[in-house]
């Protein structure tokens, strides 16, 4: 799905129908009459109508299931007769809800890359994306949703910016290992929800102000490669690090070199020092050292 009309007019006009949701709330907030009930019935269904309408023709294939999720928004009877001034204030409710939850959708929306600007991605590459890149871009967009402090949707997240699950529990492994991380915050339901913890924010900020790494700085030879990793892990030792993890993912780690070009290897290698310094095998001055040694490249946290 992607959108047709240009995203700063569709804010703009979703932001008109909010400012005729506002004023038919002002309109009808102290009004507890009959007639008044149903004028606002009247009048905020043709608001809803004309909001279906241009949301769902806005899209490419038409938007089929947003006038299910505006719905959604009103509300529910409780199956007791209730009188004219209650009626009206469900009815007030219900629109409040529905002009409030166009904050989040345009929120959702913005940071969708796919469907708001498909013409300024790469959609191959992200769909060929590695874990650690999938990793990267859920932080990312979580890091632009962190102002308003809620939990999102990972799956919305992935499916809005081109990467397609392999599989219904994936968005909870990959919320799983970030959370392990410290970098974010999970509610796990039928869905996995999250928000990004003040170490995920620090982090990307951090991963900002960093140069880009420059992976060709790895060596081309493999046995330099496996004779560093000795060195460093005899290293590692002689500070007291002695672990038995950190031994099985760097013989894991030289075991893939054959296999590995330079920014493959500079990628497992970083992610596996991440992994370390989340299971508390040594600090993160020691794994931004290490990654030193192969990349001359600072490791960013």
């Given amino acids: 799905m992607v959108l047709k009309v240009k995203w700063e007019e569709f804010k703009s006009k979703i932001e008109e129908f909010q400012s005729e949701g506002n004023a038919l709330f002002e309109k009808y907030k ?3 009459t009959e007639d008044s009930l149903v004028e606002l019935k009247e009048e905020k269904q043709s608001w809803e109508k004309s909001i279906i309408s241009y949301v769902s023709k806005s899209f490419e294939p038409e938007n089929r299931n947003f006038a299910n ?3 959604a928004q009103r509300g529910y009877s409780t199956g007791f007769k209730l009188g004219v001034d209650q009626k009206i204030k469900n009815e007030i409710q219900a629109l409040k809800d529905e002009i ?5 959708y345009l929120k959702m929306l913005f940071i969708s890359d796919t469907i708001v600007r498909p013409d300024e991605i790469d959609l191959s590459e992200r769909q060929n994306l590695d874990t650690e890149g999938i990793l990267d871009l859920i932080l990312v967009k979580l890091y632009n949703l962190y102002k308003d402090r809620k939990y999102h949707s990972i799956n919305w997240i992935l499916e809005g910016n081109g990467v397609k699950l392999n599989g219904r529990s994936e968005d909870w492994d990959y919320g799983r290992m970030l ?6 915050e999970c509610l796990n339901g039928r869905n996995v929800n999250a928000k990004l913890t003040l170490e995920g924010k620090y982090m990307i900020e951090q991963a900002r102000k960093a140069k880009v790494t420059d992976y060709s700085k ?3 030879s493999k046995e330099e490669l496996k004779n560093l990793i000795k060195e460093v892990l005899v290293k590692i ?3 007291g690090f002695g672990q038995q993890i950190i031994f099985d993912e760097f013989d894991e780690l030289r075991n893939d070199i054959p296999n590995l070009s330079k920014k493959s ?3 497992l290698l970083k992610s596996k020092l991440y992994d370390l310094v989340t299971a508390k095998a040594f ?3 020691v794994a931004s050292e290490i990654f030193e040694e192969f990349t001359n490249q600072i490791l960013p946290f």
Wanted: charged share 30%.
């Fill in 30 to 32: 102290v009004t507890r």
């Fill in 69 to 71: 999720e505006f719905k």
């Fill in 100 to 104: 409030n939850g166009f904050d989040y």
């Fill in 179 to 184: 959370e392990n991380r410290g970098f974010i």
């Fill in 218 to 220: 790895i060596s081309s």
């Fill in 237 to 239: 030792e002689g500070l």
């Fill in 265 to 267: 290897f500079g990628q």
């Fill in 283 to 285: 600090d993160k001055a």
